[in-house]
């Protein structure tokens, strides 16, 4: 959906499959968690698609990916940085970063 406030970005849904950090506040009701997904997964609402600041912000339905997000001026979630694609070494990468861990491949 577009988003009203930001010119040319827009707002959009997505599915919640794994959470690598900060478990207990994207399952905090300031973030409008809602348990209406297939299979009785949690949906929250992202801001910051089409951001022209930031260079990988355009997503499609369906697609599969690694949201790096903070908390917006509003409280909703926001990209912080571009949208990863999902693959086993950016899985790893992710995992290591979070535990504060160098990555070796």
Do not use: Q
Request: include cysteine; glycine fraction near 10%.
């Amino acid at each position: 959906m577009p988003d009203k406030i930001h010119k040319n970005m827009y707002k959009g849904e997505i599915e919640i499959k794994r959470i690598f950090k900060g478990n207990g506040e994207i399952h905090n009701r300031t973030y409008n968690v809602v348990k209406r997904g297939p299979n009785g997964r949690s949906m929250v609402m992202i801001e910051g698609f089409g951001d022209p600041h930031i260079c990988e912000s355009v997503v499609r339905k369906f697609d599969t990916r690694i949201f790096l997000l903070n908390k917006g001026e509003n409280g909703d979630l926001k990209l912080n940085s571009s949208i990863v694609r999902l693959t086993l070494t950016n899985l790893e990468r992710t995992y290591a970063a979070v535990e504060g861990s160098y990555y070796a491949k």
